[in-house]
């Protein structure tokens, strides 16, 4: 495997297509690896206080609906 430099400089010679095509590819494993990173958060308990901050939101009605907030930006 090249290094970072190398690899740029090969994806430099692609044509537009395959580098498009890449662009997908990475996107799409970086999406990956996130919902990986969500998951492991979720098993270890990373996630249990915001979770539960966010029942005991939900159970005393101190939300806003989505749009609302929105539409103050």
Do not use: C, F, H
Request: glycine fraction near 4%.
């Amino acid at each position: 495997m090249g290094t970072l430099p190398e690899i740029e400089a090969a994806i430099k010679q692609l044509p537009e297509n395959d580098i498009r095509q890449l662009a997908a590819w990475l996107e799409e494993y970086l999406e990956q690896m996130w919902d990986k990173q969500i998951e492991n958060d979720l098993t270890s308990g990373k996630l249990d206080r915001l979770i539960g901050k966010a029942e005991a939101d939900i159970a005393e009605n101190r939300v806003r609906d989505i749009d609302e907030i929105l539409n103050n930006y």
